[in-house]
């Protein structure tokens, strides 16, 4: 039963005095109100004072064991008298709520005398080692202290009528009894921050009698350096074997020489030669025979390779190799190939008429081509162009050699030649008297050679040709190829070079039956014949034949400079020739 503070007795659950009306509501410290009688705030939970206006009574904190600093062995050896005697202040919590004002009444009696809380429980001993000693001295536990009897607490107190204040409950639950550790020390590294942040320092002797865990020893780690150091040396040494292996791949397919065999004199000739349909000279009766070809070494020449565009009984007719890293060539199905040497060939454009017979390149990007038909393709922008007619006439054509990218000249079977300029293609008559013109080369746009199969030359000066002249009568000439306007080599089918310089010709036995010929600079030359050999001409002679591919027909030639030329065979095999 409770009161009012007028000292009306109040039932449990009631909000005011029956007698007076006084509000006999009890509140927490947070300011909720609860009815009377009763022990815990109906808002919060929190533990109420016995009567209207008591302050709640806060057990005290059970002290904190910290374990963030020092070793477990301190923490060990010391005794619970230690902690006994540290007490550990409640947090502070919210001002209570005031609460309405109240109407004084009677003094209550003197506050009951706080129970102190019991002393905390003894820490549990530790195992002992398995080996034999002495037994080790635990401490013994320290008695609990009474608990504090709830009911005898709100007993009134005699004489007064009013209820004593009763004290808060204890609201700990009894922990079962935990088996006693074994001692372990940290594996953490010492001076390293744990869990929990903070450095712990296990630098302290293990205490006697306890037994001791075996600390986990870290496998030695390899470091991280070293073994990038390997990653990167090894990733070198494949890039090295790698460079080595496509320089000597490199050295194989575009070797070099370092001197040219020079030629012997050659036999004086009585009369004329017959073509020979081996690809050498032949004597006829009362005709003394020319110096024979002997094989001999082949330096800067590198071994025959199959092109592999190149299929079936497709033969490449012309190659030209405006640099020495691009080359183009043209075969009789009627295929346009290109190639960066020593690298492969590739199929870039084809013409559906087929029968290419000449192709020529000013530069990487500009180049034309001609088939037997009389169309041309033309490759401009990096694209090339659909067949076109040029040839209009009755023959077929022979030659083409295009000095820019703006002039081309192309000659035919009948005597007639096209000039491509930026009108378009012009076309002029030569004056052959019935030859057929058989090459063309130019220098530039105001200087061309023109050979037919007479041994007549005609010469183009910019707007027109000259007549024929007989330098080399009797005799059909296979190819020509100008350096400069002042030096051009033309080669017949009886094994003859004739040599054009400053104005002047001279015809001489060449050694061998040459196919085509190529000069790329003055005084310079290189010719191939149908038995696998090449000779070159330097410093005013021919050299001896060499032979570089075999018994095969080399057929096409082009040299980009003195140093670097390709030739391709009729079975479709390229050698290249590159001076070291």
Same mark, same amino acid.
């Given at each position: 039963?409770?009161?009012?503070?007028?000292?009306? &007795?109040?039932? %449990?659950?009631?909000?005011?005095?029956?007698?007076?009306?006084?509000?006999?509501?009890?509140?927490?410290?947070?300011?909720?109100?609860?009815?009377?009688?009763?022990?815990?705030?109906?808002?919060?939970?929190?533990?109420?004072?016995?009567?209207?206006?008591?302050?709640?009574?806060?057990?005290?904190?059970?002290?904190?064991?910290?374990?963030?600093?020092?070793?477990?062995?301190?923490?060990?050896?010391?005794?619970?008298?230690?902690?006994?005697?540290?007490?550990?202040?409640?947090?502070?919590?919210?001002?209570?709520?005031?609460?309405?004002?109240?109407?004084?009444?009677?003094?209550? $009696?003197?506050?009951?005398?706080?129970?102190?809380?019991?002393?905390?429980?003894?820490?549990?001993?530790?195992?002992?080692?398995?080996?034999?000693?002495?037994?080790?001295?635990?401490?013994? %536990?320290?008695?609990?202290?009474?608990?504090?009897?709830?009911?005898?607490?709100?007993?009134?107190?005699?004489?007064?009528?009013?209820?004593? /204040?009763?004290?808060?409950?204890?609201?700990?639950?009894?922990?079962?009894?935990?088996?006693?550790?074994?001692?372990?020390?940290?594996?953490?590294?010492?001076?390293?921050?744990?869990?929990?942040?903070?450095?712990?320092?296990?630098?302290?002797?293990?205490?006697?009698?306890?037994?001791?865990?075996?600390? %986990?020893?870290?496998?030695?780690?390899?470091?991280?350096?070293?073994?990038?150091?390997?990653?990167?040396?090894?990733?070198?040494?494949?890039?090295?074997?790698?460079?080595?292996?496509?320089?000597?791949?490199?050295?194989?397919?575009?070797?070099?020489? *370092?001197?040219?065999?020079?030629?012997?004199? /050659?036999?004086?000739?009585?009369?004329?030669?017959?073509?020979?349909?081996?690809?050498?000279?032949?004597? &006829?009766? $009362?005709?003394?025979?020319?110096?024979?070809?002997?094989?001999?070494?082949?330096?800067?020449?590198?071994?025959?390779?199959?092109?592999?565009?190149?299929?079936?009984?497709?033969?490449?007719?012309?190659?030209?190799?405006?640099?020495?890293?691009?080359?183009?060539?043209?075969?009789?199905?009627?295929?346009?190939?290109?190639?960066?040497? %020593?690298?492969?060939?590739?199929?870039?454009? *084809?013409?559906?008429?087929?029968?290419?017979?000449?192709?020529?390149?000013?530069?990487?990007? &500009?180049?034309?081509?001609?088939?037997?038909?009389?169309?041309?393709?033309?490759?401009? &922008?990096?694209?090339?162009?659909?067949?076109?007619? +040029?040839?209009?006439?009755?023959?077929?054509?022979?030659?083409?050699?295009?000095?820019?990218?703006?002039?081309?000249?192309?000659?035919?079977?009948?005597?007639?030649?096209?000039?491509?300029?930026?009108? #378009?293609?012009?076309?002029?008559?030569?004056?052959?008297?019935?030859?057929?013109?058989?090459?063309?080369?130019?220098?530039?746009?105001?200087?061309?050679?023109?050979?037919?199969?007479?041994?007549?030359?005609?010469?183009?000066?910019?707007?027109?040709?000259?007549?024929?002249?007989?330098?080399?009568?009797?005799?059909?000439?296979?190819?020509?190829?100008?350096?400069?306007?002042?030096?051009?080599?033309?080669?017949?089918?009886?094994?003859?070079?004739?040599?054009?310089?400053? #104005?002047?010709?001279?015809?001489?036995?060449?050694?061998? *039956?040459?196919?085509?010929?190529?000069?790329?600079?003055? $005084?310079?030359? +290189?010719?191939?014949?149908?038995?696998?050999?090449?000779?070159?001409?330097?410093?005013?002679?021919?050299?001896?034949?060499?032979?570089?591919?075999?018994?095969?027909?080399?057929?096409?030639?082009?040299?980009?400079?003195?140093?670097?030329?390709?030739?391709?065979?009729?079975?479709?095999?390229?050698?290249?020739?590159?001076?070291?």
């Amino acid at each position: 039963m409770s009161t009012c503070r007028l000292g009306h &007795s109040v039932s %449990p659950g009631m909000e005011s005095c029956p007698e007076c009306g006084a509000d006999v509501m009890v509140r927490c410290t947070q300011g909720h109100a609860s009815r009377a009688g009763e022990r815990f705030c109906e808002t919060c939970g929190e533990f109420l004072p016995a009567e209207t206006g008591q302050a709640v009574t806060v057990a005290a904190a059970v002290p904190a064991l910290e374990y963030s600093t020092g070793s477990f062995a301190d923490f060990i050896a010391t005794t619970g008298d230690y902690y006994a005697g540290r007490v550990v202040p409640a947090p502070p919590g919210p001002e209570p709520w005031p609460g309405p004002e109240l109407v004084p009444g009677p003094e209550l $009696g003197p506050e009951p005398e706080q129970v102190p809380e019991p002393e905390p429980a003894p820490e549990p001993k530790l195992l002992r080692e398995p080996e034999p000693g002495p037994p080790p001295v635990v401490p013994p %536990p320290r008695p609990a202290s009474a608990e504090p009897n709830a009911a005898a607490s709100a007993a009134p107190v005699a004489g007064t009528g009013t209820a004593r /204040p009763a004290q808060p409950f204890d609201l700990r639950l009894p922990a079962p009894p935990s088996p006693p550790p074994t001692w372990r020390s940290s594996a953490k590294p010492r001076d390293k921050p744990g869990p929990d942040g903070d450095v712990h320092h296990d630098a302290a002797p293990r205490m006697p009698g306890a037994v001791r865990v075996a600390e %986990p020893t870290p496998a030695p780690r390899r470091p991280r350096r070293s073994r990038v150091i390997a990653v990167i040396t090894a990733v070198a040494a494949f890039g090295a074997g790698g460079t080595a292996g496509a320089l000597a791949l490199h050295r194989h397919y575009a070797a070099g020489i *370092t001197a040219l065999p020079a030629r012997p004199a /050659p036999t004086a000739r009585t009369g004329q030669a017959s073509p020979a349909a081996s690809g050498t000279s032949a004597a &006829s009766p $009362g005709t003394a025979a020319s110096t024979s070809a002997q094989p001999a070494s082949s330096p800067g020449w590198s071994s025959p390779f199959p092109v592999p565009p190149v299929h079936g009984s497709a033969v490449v007719t012309a190659i030209s190799c405006p640099t020495p890293t691009a080359c183009y060539a043209a075969d009789s199905a009627g295929t346009i190939l290109s190639s960066t040497p %020593p690298g492969g060939w590739r199929k870039v454009a *084809t013409d559906a008429a087929g029968g290419l017979v000449a192709i020529s390149c000013a530069t990487i990007s &500009s180049c034309v081509a001609v088939d037997h038909s009389g169309n041309a393709l033309v490759l401009a &922008s990096g694209t090339w162009s659909r067949p076109a007619i +040029v040839d209009t006439g009755t023959g077929a054509f022979t030659a083409l050699s295009c000095p820019t990218t703006t002039f081309c000249m192309a000659t035919d079977s009948s005597g007639a030649a096209y000039a491509e300029t930026p009108t #378009g293609w012009q076309r002029s008559g030569v004056g052959t008297g019935g030859a057929k013109l058989t090459g063309v080369s130019c220098a530039n746009t105001a200087f061309c050679m023109a050979v037919d199969n007479r041994g007549g030359v005609y010469i183009y000066r910019g707007t027109s040709w000259t007549r024929a002249s007989a330098i080399d009568a009797g005799h059909r000439f296979i190819a020509v190829s100008c350096a400069t306007q002042s030096f051009c080599v033309a080669v017949d089918q009886a094994g003859n070079a004739a040599v054009f310089t400053g #104005g002047y010709w001279a015809v001489a036995p060449l050694g061998t *039956t040459a196919l085509a010929v190529s000069c790329p600079a003055r $005084g310079f030359c +290189v010719a191939t014949n149908g038995t696998g050999g090449v000779v070159a001409y330097q410093a005013g002679q021919w050299s001896r034949v060499s032979i570089v591919d075999g018994a095969a027909v080399i057929g096409s030639l082009s040299c980009a400079s003195t140093t670097f030329c390709v030739a391709i065979d009729q079975r479709g095999q390229v050698v290249y020739y590159r001076p070291e």
